[in-house]
């Protein structure tokens, strides 16, 4: 009998990052080696040294418990320090995320929001306006999200849902 975990729970984040690789000046791309950052993990970076929270307070925010938080953030940040000490260039891709708000459309035009909590335990299967099924996740696609890294999830993608 083979016994697996518990899957993963959904880490809440505002947004994907507008850039989604760094390299070292004036070193090839072809000769250098890669540290993958998960989206969640750079969330932990910008809540804890950006915003400046303290660790309940960024645990909150992403909808998980301290101890989950406080692993996500070192292991964001032991990336980051081999990445810098040793000329590797950052990649930030794919990991275990939804976004703290979804937006949707309906093909009769219709737009709304739902936030991440509803996402995680009903997401949308009706247009709350007209009631088509029909509906699509609008937020498109950012630069890095386009292969699937290793553990690469992300809920809420840009294809039609089909109910």
Same mark, same amino acid.
């Given at each position: 009998?083979?016994?697996?975990?518990?899957?993963?729970?959904?880490?809440?984040? +505002? +947004? $994907?990052?507008?850039?989604?690789?760094?390299?070292?000046?004036?070193?090839?791309?072809?000769?250098?080696?890669?540290?993958?950052?998960?989206?969640? @993990?750079?969330?932990? $970076?910008?809540?804890?040294?950006? @915003? /400046?929270?303290?660790?309940?307070?960024? %645990?909150?925010?992403?909808?998980?418990?301290?101890?989950?938080? %406080?692993?996500?953030?070192?292991?964001?940040?032991?990336?980051?320090?081999? %990445?810098?000490?040793?000329?590797?260039? $950052?990649?930030?891709?794919?990991?275990?995320?939804?976004?703290?708000?979804? &937006?949707?459309?309906?093909?009769?035009? &219709?737009?709304?929001?739902?936030?991440? @909590?509803?996402?995680?335990?009903?997401?949308?299967?009706?247009?709350? %306006?007209?009631?088509?099924? +029909?509906?699509?996740?609008?937020?498109?696609?950012?630069?890095? =999200?386009? /292969?699937?890294?290793?553990? /690469?999830? &992300? =809920?809420?993608?840009? +294809?039609?849902?089909?109910?």
């Amino acid at each position: 009998m083979v016994r697996m975990g518990r899957p993963p729970l959904w880490r809440r984040v +505002n +947004n $994907i990052p507008d850039v989604p690789y760094f390299k070292p000046a004036g070193v090839p791309l072809s000769v250098l080696e890669e540290v993958q950052l998960s989206v969640e @993990e750079v969330e932990a $970076i910008r809540l804890k040294d950006l @915003e /400046r929270l303290d660790q309940e307070g960024c %645990a909150q925010r992403m909808s998980v418990s301290r101890t989950t938080f %406080a692993r996500i953030l070192t292991s964001a940040r032991q990336k980051m320090a081999d %990445a810098l000490l040793h000329g590797k260039a $950052i990649r930030i891709e794919g990991g275990n995320f939804q976004l703290a708000l979804q &937006h949707f459309s309906c093909n009769r035009g &219709h737009e709304w929001d739902v936030p991440f @909590e509803v996402m995680v335990n009903t997401p949308p299967r009706f247009c709350p %306006a007209c009631n088509t099924q +029909n509906i699509l996740s609008t937020q498109l696609p950012s630069p890095g =999200r386009g /292969r699937s890294g290793r553990g /690469r999830r &992300h =809920r809420g993608g840009h +294809n039609w849902q089909e109910v």
